[in-house]
């Protein structure tokens, strides 16, 4: 069969009757300028014999920015040169001053390893001695002493530059004293609780700097968000200026909205996303077009990849389509990387790991099964296909989950509005305080130094009375035998991994992954099917103690599935408000997870073919929680219906307080019960995921009216019958009018609250 | 779980209130300043002086032994023979002080805030000691308070010679957290040059890591100098001790810290007379493994002939380690090309030792009759006989071992192919 190309695989997509919307992005050409004239020959050279004769124009003005002392923040689309934005400026001045340093933060180690390549093929090409080293857990020690003193370009991560630089700066004068340029990229992954930990990490470092008499530029660069220029200010503590006349040349991009087939038409049920993008890619891929496909799990990650290999494996080989996600093992990552670069690659499923930087090329086409949550998220997916000539395309598969129906049907909501804005809090006072213990430790406080601009002396008092500050002549100084910042993560997922082993192979047991603690108790339990690259394991034993799971290979028609039992305790109710029969509160809540049981599923049909006991002891959260609770319940109702509310009302609560407090849907759990623990009471609770809270269920407890109001106008405007995954989900409930219900509930419970119409803030307000 | 922000809220403006009540009261600390030593008269009871420098201080104990002073079972003048025989020693060694007064040695140790090698680590007291003529000097510098570390560093670098420190794991620990407090004030005192350094830590290692479960210097007291400490704090408690101290800076309070650090600097010195004991008279030390363990740190550090008397000794013993020691020997021999000589320990190990010999010494046998006297016939006799021994040692572990299987298979076949060829 003859394959088609893109444009005419296109042409067929149009007549596809589920496709909902289509947008296109028009071809731009590229806006360049020439170098300018100060830059160092050899470097001008190298850059050149790299096939950059010219600057584009967001380059440019990234270079001059820098130039004059400015502090700078560039948002760049994908592969649009982003590095040479700071590239350029910093290989300039260490070309001119051999004596400059420059410290590079990557929000990952792989990320970092990625730039060290490439920033070390220009410094090759510049025959120049200039030493740029990635400085994280993996680097040698005794490669260690030679970066601390030698490294004129060192890149890390901001967790490696919290416990192991900036504690022991001492061993790192030569860098602070000479450090003339901070690079922040991927500046959008600072975000929420740990964009605080990091600025507040920013905080100590400029600190450290002033110490040793350096005043670094700051440079950032960001994928598109809503306020990359108050981010980077928040971020840094220093003015910015933004960059965003991108100047990089792009072809007609192709934005498709598919929303699947209905199967099931009393249900409401579609075709399954997983199934419709499998299909998709297939068609793509056997006409040999590039493609990524983006799915928003491990397991469905591996899913997908399975099943295409499958369809594809004669017509292409399977081995031309690779899985990527976390877990992988660094090596294996980088052979994906480059097998995608240089095109032996020409398909790979990933799951958000490929959102960020990681340089693996343009791809002709992308397909994301399920809206990927945000705005900002569904653009740099996007992002991975696209070319600087020719056609690309982007196609969105719609699950039945009601953000993506909503999505679907109201694509001017995805394409009229900004991406989400990036919230850090870094004088939340828990964070803050973390940060300056350490601070504390790395130098001693004087009296009237302020910490990010906050007078911290009564904060400096009180630590001096519980035993960890000494104060004396005006000077704060560290007093304990502890070193702080080895308990402060700034990640809120425990960094304590499970390894994976593979023990097919008796005489040669070898490590194939590793995985979070917590993913692990659900997906690596013993009898657990895991998946990887495509490959079916089974878990014979899961050493919870020692953190190692051992896997054998197996060949198996399931996948297994696992259900998670969750206690939620109050500790405290801080905050109150009563309002008739309902009350909302603020507090402290602990949540104990435990992993139960697991089911086998089919591969083919997801059908139910057994289960089995899990035993692993359980995970403690401690956070906050917002929770609505009604004294009673409502006498006009049956338990049994009013159980059903709260599961509706759960349902829609769970898909639109994330666009209310501007998060991930996973970043707040919701959980309705009939007869809460702590009170014997009808209670939907809402809590952060994050040990400690971060402020989201706040955000709900002083915003409950609004997103209540939206909450019945999310329901009342869904045009399914009786409920539908998109609105209340979809559950045996016996044959009561569940949705009328609701709508009637919340229309007399808000008519008490406010006698008339509560104003009409709606959802789509930033 | 961390207090909320609302409570935070209420501890800070309480704290506020106390604050301003306080101030009233008191003059500012930094005009109170470095006027006064609190328990001046008490530090001096204890041989205590303040030292200042650019306007605060820090204190300095000293303390005087008698040379006769019998710690553990040494007598610490023993140094000035110790030191003798070094000047004397046929030999050079890491550890020999040739070239060195007896004075110029310090025995060096530290009490630190906890075991981080952050900057935010303090170091509070620098001791050392110094076998003088006539007495032995301790001098501790004391940080009396944060913030004096300029006085610190200042009475400490311009009252040691830095070139000559003997210290117990002083390069892993001690030095490094001095480097680091030291490069906080760099600008204000004495750089800190590069060191010669003693670590006896490394020492001890050597001699005594299959013999002591811990190499803690307590350990090595116990078990090797038979010190026997009264009283003592342990080191673990020096930062909580500190920390009350800086609460109320009675010298009673540090006094139990400084005594810990004393009797530390002291084992110091009887440690290095003991190991220069060891290291001199290695002929005769009665323990079988230290006296082989001796012998391979001269070996290692280039000293053969030394080694070489040493192994020869202990190889004439009754004792499971006398093979090690002959094959130890024999390895020697081999490098200087004494094959007669190796051959001969050789024979002995292959035909008296347990199987474990035979296979090692077997396969020395096979490579020395094969490629020093071309003598196929013999190397093959040897090889296949090794073979078997580590055949059956290979069998009774129980792992398997292809990589030397296919070796010794290579080897067997070269010999015999070299046999035959030599056999028409």
Redesign the interface.
């Known amino acids: 069969m003859k394959k088609q190309t893109l444009s005419e695989w296109i042409e067929q997509l149009r007549q596809d009757p589920n496709v909902v919307y289509w947008h296109e992005i028009e071809p731009k050409e590229a806006d360049t300028v020439p170098f300018p004239a100060e830059i160092d020959a050899r470097l001008r050279a190298a850059l050149e014999a790299r096939g950059i004769a010219s600057l584009y124009t967001h380059q440019a003005a990234a270079y001059e920015v820098v130039q004059s002392g400015r502090n700078v923040v560039a948002v760049t689309p994908t592969a649009s040169g982003k590095t040479l934005c700071y590239n350029l400026p910093v290989l300039q001045a260490i070309a001119k001053a051999p004596e400059s340093r420059a410290l590079y933060l990557f929000p990952t180690k792989a990320l970092a390893q990625d730039q060290k390549n490439e920033l070390n093929e220009i410094i090759a090409e510049m025959d120049v001695p200039i030493y740029s080293y990635t400085y994280d857990g993996d680097t040698a020690p005794a490669l260690r002493q030679k970066i601390r003193q030698a490294g004129h370009i060192v890149i890390t991560n901001p967790d490696m530059l919290h416990t192991a630089i900036l504690?022991?700066?001492?061993?790192w004068?030569s860098l602070f004293e000479q450090l003339r340029y901070v690079v922040i990229d991927e500046l959008h992954t600072y975000r929420g609780v740990f964009g605080s930990h990091v600025a507040n990490v920013i905080r100590r470092l400029k600190r450290i700097c002033a110490f040793y008499g350096s005043q670094p530029t700051f440079i950032c660069t960001s994928a598109t968000i809503a306020n990359p220029q108050e981010l980077a200010e928040r971020l840094t503590g220093e003015p910015m200026t933004l960059i965003d006349n991108n100047g990089a040349p792009r072809g007609r991009k192709h934005i498709v909205f598919y929303n699947p087939p209905v199967v099931e038409r009393t249900m409401n049920v579609r075709q399954s996303a997983t199934k419709t993008a499998v299909e998709l890619a297939r068609q793509l891929l056997v006409n040999r077009i590039p493609t990524i496909v983006f799915a928003r799990s491990r397991v469905r990650t591996e899913l997908i990849l399975s099943h295409l290999q499958a369809a594809v494996k004669e017509r292409i080989g399977e081995t031309t389509i690779r899985g990527y996600r976390g877990g992988y093992l660094p090596n294996e990552r980088r052979a994906i990387e480059n097998g995608l670069r240089n095109g032996d690659i020409i398909g790979v499923v990933s799951t958000n790991a490929l959102e960020l930087g990681v340089d693996i090329g343009q791809l002709q086409a992308c397909i994301l099964t399920g809206y990927p949550g945000t705005i900002a998220s569904t653009w740099q997916q996007a992002g991975r296909a696209g070319r600087r000539h020719g056609d690309s395309l982007v196609i969105m598969v719609a699950s039945s989950s009601p953000l993506d129906q909503y999505i679907v049907s109201h694509p001017e909501y995805f394409f009229a509005r900004s991406p989400e804005t990036a919230r850090i809090n870094p004088d939340?006072?828990?964070i803050l305080?973390d940060h300056l213990k350490c601070a504390?430790?790395?130098?001693?406080f004087r009296r009237g130094e302020t910490f990010g601009g906050i007078d911290v002396e009564?904060?400096l008092?009180?630590l001096v009375?519980q035993?960890v500050l000494?104060?004396?002549?005006?000077?704060w100084?560290?007093?304990?035998?502890?070193?702080?910042?080895?308990n402060i993560s700034l990640r809120s997922a425990a960094q304590e991994n499970v390894v994976i082993i593979d023990i097919s192979n008796i005489?040669r047991h070898r490590v194939i992954g590793e995985m979070d603690r917590f993913s692990a108790m659900t997906l690596l339990h013993e009898e657990a099917i895991y998946l990887h690259e495509g490959t079916q394991y089974q878990v014979e034993k899961l050493d919870w103690e020692e953190k190692k799971a051992y896997v054998r290979q197996v060949d198996v028609e399931y996948f297994t599935d696992a259900n998670l039992a969750v206690q939620l305790d109050v500790?405290s109710n801080?905050r109150s408000e009563e309002r008739g029969a309902m009350a909302v509160h603020y507090g402290?809540v602990s949540v104990r997870a435990m992993a139960t049981i697991f089911k086998k599923l089919k591969l083919s049909t997801f059908e139910n073919i057994g289960s089995g006991p899990i035993r692993l002891p359980e995970e403690t959260l401690?956070t906050s929680a917002a929770w609505f609770e009604w004294k009673e319940v409502p006498s006009e109702f049956s338990p049994a219906l009013f159980e059903h509310l709260l599961v509706g009302l759960a349902n829609v609560l769970s898909h639109l307080v994330p666009i209310f407090v501007m998060c991930d849907r996973s970043d707040v759990h919701v959980v309705p019960q009939l007869k809460a623990l702590h009170s014997g009471r009808p209670t939907i609770f809402l809590y952060d995921r994050y040990p400690?809270g971060v402020g989201l269920s706040e955000a709900v407890f002083e915003r409950y009216e609004e997103i209540l109001e939206n909450v019945k106008e999310w329901v009342k405007r869904c045009p399914c019958s009786d409920g539908c995954p998109s609105c209340i989900g979809v559950s045996d409930t016996g044959g009561q009018p569940v949705k009328r219900e609701l709508i009637q509930f919340l229309d007399e419970q808000l008519a008490v609250w406010s006698g008339s119409l509560v104003s009409h803030r709606s959802c789509e307000e930033n | 779980m961390k207090p909320k922000l609302s409570q935070w809220k209420e501890l800070l403006a309480a704290r506020h209130k106390k604050k301003t009540a306080d101030e009233k009261n008191e003059m500012e600390p930094s005009e109170r300043g470095a006027t006064d030593v609190p328990y001046v008269d008490i530090w001096q009871e204890y041989g205590t002086k303040p030292y200042w420098f650019a306007g605060d201080y820090c204190l300095i104990r000293e303390t005087v032994y008698p040379l006769d002073y019998q710690h553990g079972c040494y007598r610490l003048g023993a140094l000035h023979d110790v030191h003798r025989r070094w000047q004397e020693a046929s030999f050079s060694h890491p550890l020999s002080c040739r070239g060195f007064a007896v004075s110029d040695l310090f025995f060096f140790d530290t009490e630190t805030m906890g075991l981080s090698s952050g900057a935010g680590t303090v170091m509070f007291l620098l001791g050392h000691a110094r076998v003088l003529g006539d007495r032995i000097i301790i001098r501790q510098h004391v940080l009396p308070h944060p913030g004096a570390e300029v006085a610190l560093y200042q009475s400490f670098l311009s009252d040691v010679d830095y070139t000559t420190l003997v210290t117990y794991n002083g390069k892993a620990f001690d030095w490094p957290r001095l480097k680091t407090r030291h490069a906080l004030v760099r600008d204000m005192v004495p750089k800190l040059p590069a060191f010669g350094h003693f670590d006896l830590y490394h020492a001890a290692r050597r001699l005594w890591k299959d013999k002591l479960d811990s190499l803690r210097l307590a350990e090595v007291e116990k078990h090797i100098l038979q010190i026997e400490r009264d009283d003592d704090v342990p080191g673990f408690l020096a930062p909580m001790i500190y920390q009350e101290f800086l609460q109320t800076p009675h010298p009673d309070r540090i006094m139990p810290v400084l005594r810990h650090n004393e009797q530390d600097v002291l084992s110091l010195i009887a440690l290095y007379i003991h190991l220069s004991i060891q290291l001199l008279e290695a002929m005769r030390i009665s323990d079988p493994r230290e006296q082989l363990a001796a012998a391979r740190w001269l070996e290692a550090v280039g000293e053969t002939a030394a080694a070489r008397g040493v192994y020869e000794q202990a190889s004439s013993k009754e004792v499971k380690e006398a093979q090690a020691a002959k094959w130890q020997l024999s390895l020697l021999y081999r490098r200087e090309r004494r094959y007669e000589e190796a051959v001969a320990i050789w024979r002995d190990l292959f035909n008296h030792g347990s199987a474990s010999w035979k296979t090692k010494a077997g396969l020395e046998l096979a490579k020395a009759y094969e490629h020093h006297f071309r003598d196929a016939a013999e190397a093959h006799r040897y090889a296949a006989a090794a073979y078997e021994a580590w055949r059956s040692l290979a069998k009774a572990s129980r792992q398997g071992m292809e990589k030397e299987e296919q070796e010794w298979r290579k080897r067997l076949e070269r010999l015999t192919r070299k046999k035959n060829k030599l056999g028409k």
């Not at chain 1, 000494?470 to 000077?475: L, P, S």
């Open positions: 504690p022991h700066h001492t061993k004068i939340n006072m828990l305080v504390a430790y790395e130098l001693p009564d904060v008092d009180f009375d035993g000494h104060e004396r002549a005006g000077r100084h560290w007093m304990s035998d502890a070193f702080p910042a080895q005489a500790l801080d402290d401690h400690g």
